[in-house]
């Protein structure tokens, strides 16, 4: 059954604009910061800002808000331009605050020869000490009253770079009494003798986050400027601002941000991850990073989707990781190709089968045989996976035991004969028999077995590095426990096999290729890779094992 999907709180507010014919067509924005790479949680804003434009024929501005000299950085402009991309979507324009910085110093001239802003000489000790708290009023700076020319003179020299940082601000003059804190005469400009990583040396004074964002969006024309809960309070200094500047009204509309059990999301931890060695980088496939699940292999298509199946809130939730993982397994189970690789190899004779011979088996490449298929070498010796064979079986084992049978993937039914150790008690080889008449697809043996076992042939095999990823946190919500959130790093987050052997057709996989290691879970090329030694990434386990274990 279809039924009409009811549309969220923005997309009623975009229709409500529409309908009442307030704009011609909408414009939004994505605004990040470059002071580190996007994060899953970027990804919702990215889905909603886009979506939304997209819905509505309107139309989305990249734009970096790179408004704070001493933290951005051009690599990130980079990888922000390669990850949105990635997601599948496309701006109109991209823009940087740093562009409008003369456009934003006019407006603060403006305000200032309005008698709306003031130069104060107060430390930020001094200005913290007169804001009041929200129960008691704020007390006015000795600089306030400040003549307009006077703020003139002193705002040019700020300029000029005649102080130091910190020595003076700029301030908007609102009322030291407004019940809204951030009305309290907010700084709007500050002195910050920095590079900045677009503009240079040419500024040393640089605008608030506040003073900027509002007034670029009302540039930009943006109709609909969306952003998380926590800037509700800034919504009213942001309407002060274009109305005061008489300028185009854009308006904010304020969502829940993403949060996600066993992550953290904001890049100042995602920093120091990087910066303190616990993972390899801004792209480790277990950083929350839209490049790491890159890397480890997650699609575009599964994130869009978890962003459009969590929906848009107001309220702040925890939204539980193996939603997204479910979403993945949901789009890989219908793309990925399968193919065989053994993690933990141990090798399997079949003592009745022709010394030196190979046949070519047919083996599907996907879920049916909308994919195609596959030839892969069959022969004598074929490793397969330790955990496989068990001497003494368990009850309901249907895997390799003394006597038993199981299905070859893709080839014949074998039997179990006898099995080698050595003097360590370790399991060297496994004896077995095959039934030429159980061909897979002609099987005519009338033998019927209840387990199919993965396995690669011997002197056909590549070897190949294998890393297992797992949650990178151990409890979920490592930034609400106490101490350091970097306390809670699961130890086995990532387990590296040397190893493994895979099937001949990977010698080709490519870095867009997305597989499904039979019995094994979903698999992708990493770029560290050569094509002498290839290295594959789990992407994800067929089955989500942490509620189980969890709740066990
Ligand atoms: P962080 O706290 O992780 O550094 P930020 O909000 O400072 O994030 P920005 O680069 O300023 O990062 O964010 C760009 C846009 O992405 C903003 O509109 C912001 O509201 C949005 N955004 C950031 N984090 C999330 C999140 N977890 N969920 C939804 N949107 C987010
Ligand atoms: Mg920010």
Not at 89 to 94: A, D, L, M
Not at 287 to 303: D, E, L, N
């Amino acid at each position: 059954m279809s039924e009409e999907k009811s549309l969220n709180f923005l997309e009623e507010i975009v229709e409500t604009d529409l309908n009442a014919g307030k704009y011609s067509s909408i414009i939004t924005r994505f605004p990040p910061e470059p002071n580190g790479y996007l994060h899953i949680g970027h990804s919702k804003s990215i889905c909603l800002n886009f979506g939304l434009a997209a819905k509505y024929g309107g139309s989305t501005n990249l734009r970096f808000d790179d408004t704070n000299p001493v933290t951005e950085d051009t690599e990130y402009v980079e990888s922000i331009k390669e990850d949105i991309q990635w997601l599948g979507f496309q701006w109109s324009n991209e823009f940087y605050a740093s562009d409008y910085f003369d456009q934003l110093y006019a407006f603060a001239l403006q305000l200032i020869n309005k008698g709306l802003a003031y130069v104060d000489d107060s430390t930020s000790e001094e200005i913290a000490a007169l804001k009041g708290t929200p129960t008691e009023p704020g007390k006015d700076s000795v600089n306030r009253s400040r003549t307009i020319e006077e703020n003139l003179q002193l705002f040019q020299e700020m300029k000029e770079g005649k102080y130091k940082d910190g020595e003076k601000v700029l301030r908007a003059k609102i009322d030291m009494a407004h019940t809204n804190m951030l009305m309290r005469d907010p700084i709007i400009y500050r002195i910050k003798h920095a590079h900045h990583h677009r503009t240079g040396d040419k500024w040393c004074i640089y605008p608030m986050y506040d003073f900027a964002h509002g007034q670029s969006d009302s540039i930009e024309n943006i109709t609909h400027s969306i952003c998380t809960l926590e800037f509700i309070p800034h919504r009213e200094l942001y309407d002060w601002f274009i109305s005061q500047l008489n300028i185009f009204p854009s308006h904010q509309y304020e969502f829940a941000r993403l949060n996600m059990t066993y992550t953290v999301m904001s890049k100042r931890k995602l920093l120091q991850l990087v910066n303190e060695g616990f993972v390899n980088g801004w792209d480790d496939p277990r950083m929350p990073t839209i490049s790491g699940f890159r890397r480890k292999g997650f699609t575009p298509a599964s994130i869009r989707n978890f962003c459009e199946r969590i929906g848009v809130a107001k309220r702040e939730n925890l939204i539980d990781l193996s939603l997204l993982e479910f979403c993945l397994r949901e789009d890989l189970n219908l793309t990925a190709k399968r193919a065989m690789a053994v993690l933990d190899p141990v090798k399997l004779i079949i003592d009745n089968y022709e010394d030196g011979k190979t046949e070519y088996l047919k083996s599907e490449n996907g879920p049916d045989d909308t994919l195609g298929h596959r030839e892969i070498p069959f022969g004598k010796e074929l490793w397969i996976e330790r955990e496989d064979f068990m001497e003494e079986p368990a009850k309901k084992w249907f895997r390799l035991a003394p006597g038993a049978m199981v299905r070859m993937k893709s080839a014949y039914i074998v039997k179990c004969t006898s099995f080698e150790k050595d003097e360590k008690g370790e399991i060297t080889a496994i004896h077995c028999t095959y039934f030429p008449e159980s061909k897979s697809g002609q099987d005519t043996s009338g033998i019927a077995v209840k387990g199919t076992m993965h396995w690669v042939s011997v002197p056909h095999a590549v070897k190949a590095e294998v890393r297992l990823y797992d949650r990178l946190f151990r409890v979920e919500n490592p930034a609400s426990e106490e101490g350091d959130f970097k306390d809670y790093i699961n130890p086995e987050s990532l387990v590296v096999i040397h190893n493994a052997y895979v099937e001949p057709s990977l010698v080709s996989a490519t870095l867009q290729d997305r597989y499904q290691f039979i019995r094994k879970g979903y698999f992708c090329l990493d770029k560290d890779a050569t094509s002498n030694h290839l290295i594959f990434n789990r992407t994800v386990t067929l089955k989500d094992t942490w509620s189980k274990e969890m709740k066990a």
